[in-house]
């Protein structure tokens, strides 16, 4: 269901994204993006968005546009990060595991979903990897203590979108009842660790010696 509070959260992240490819393009460097989370955005949105014909219901021009600005744009920065600016990304630092989480979200998925079908437990594993996908940026940050003042923006909007949605459940919950357990439970991880991320920066102003070893998140 597309409610004023959804169509502003799903702005919000479609300007995140293209936000982060302009300034990137515009810098020309991805120095401080943490390219281990746009993979694993990009995981995210390819295992959700696989089969838009899935949902009758929801097949809408709306949707599918959606669904093709977010896969397009996260494979892209990807692209960008691993490709033309490839000497600018960070990947002395960058260094997060990512199966440390992807296998995880993977298991769960298989067992804790709506429907054992292939696209269900895509969807679910796609819900639980996007709640922790920002652990790279998380750990980056804390190792490098350096965060650009655009890339400051791109994370409020994240940020921002985050917040939307949940307003967006809360409404949807109010008016009908309706509520999704998964999203709902990962959608707070997900806030959480938005506010946390948040708050280290928040301390980041008051040092002016970059330290670029660090080795835990934190």
């Given at each position: ?35 281990k989370t746009q993979i694993l955005y990009f995981a995210v949105f390819a295992t959700r968005y696989a089969d838009p014909v899935t ?164």
């Amino acid at each position: 269901m597309l409610t004023g509070y959804r169509l502003l959260a799903d702005s919000f992240h479609a300007f995140a994204m293209l936000y982060l490819l302009f300034n990137i393009w515009r810098t020309k460097s991805c120095f401080g993006v943490s390219g281990k989370t746009q993979i694993l955005y990009f995981a995210v949105f390819a295992t959700r968005y696989a089969d838009p014909v899935t949902f009758p219901g929801t097949y809408t021009v709306y949707n599918v546009l959606m669904k093709i600005l977010f896969v397009s744009a996260t494979l892209i920065t990807v692209m960008v990060m691993h490709g033309i600016y490839r000497k600018t990304y960070d990947r002395e630092n960058d260094t997060f595991y990512n199966e440390l989480l992807v296998l995880p979200c993977f298991v769960t998925a298989l067992f804790v979903n709506y429907r054992m079908e292939p696209f269900e437990v895509m969807w679910a594993f796609s819900i639980f990897l996007e709640a922790v996908a920002i652990l790279p940026q998380m750990d980056l940050i804390c190792k490098t203590f350096h965060v650009e003042p655009w890339f400051k923006c791109y994370l409020l909007l994240l940020g921002s979108y985050r917040a939307l949605y949940v307003i967006h459940w809360i409404d949807r919950y109010g008016q009908n009842g309706l509520y999704d357990p998964l999203a709902l439970i990962s959608g707070g991880i997900q806030t959480v660790l938005f506010v946390l991320l948040a708050l280290r920066i928040a301390t980041l102003k008051h040092r002016n010696v970059r330290i670029v070893t660090v080795s835990t998140i934190c």
